[in-house]
């Protein structure tokens, strides 16, 4: 079993930056396909970026395309999640999970270990 721990929320302005990230617990997670799912209050959860294991393939939900971006550093055990022109509506508890498969996915049901989330607020 791999644990995996997000970090990098916090509160920011609109049309500000921050980068998530998504630590685990062991070299196995080089294997995985990783993916980033964000849940706002009274929503349901969403798809939001995808990377398969080589990091050579990424796909993203409309609502990010060309704001967010997905990498990986796979000698860290580590993915990203790097969010530029942030909106109020993009103000949600971000997810990171990891499917041992490595494909990646866009389908909450296919993933096998998920984090904790980390807290993202986007001030107006």
């Known amino acids: 079993q791999v644990q995996l721990v997000e970090s990098g929320g916090g509160l920011v302005q609109a049309g500000g930056s921050l980068r998530l990230s998504c630590a685990a617990s062991?070299?196995?997670?080089?294997?995985?396909?990783v993916g980033w799912f964000r849940q706002a209050p009274g929503k349901r959860r969403e798809f939001v970026a995808v990377?398969?294991?080589?990091?050579?393939?990424?796909s993203y939900a409309d609502f990010v395309k060309g704001r967010f971006t997905i990498s990986r550093d796979n000698a860290k055990n580590t993915v990203y999640l790097q969010m530029n022109s942030l909106k109020f509506e993009d103000t949600a508890i971000y997810y990171c999970?990891?499917?041992?498969?490595?494909?990646?996915?866009?389908?909450?049901?296919?993933?096998?270990?998920w984090g904790q989330g980390t807290q993202v607020t986007v001030s107006s």
């Open positions: 062991e070299r196995t997670f080089s294997n995985y396909g």
């Open positions: 990377i398969n294991w080589t990091g050579g393939r990424t």
């Open positions: 999970a990891a499917d041992y498969r490595g494909i990646g996915t866009t389908l909450m049901t296919e993933y096998d270990y």
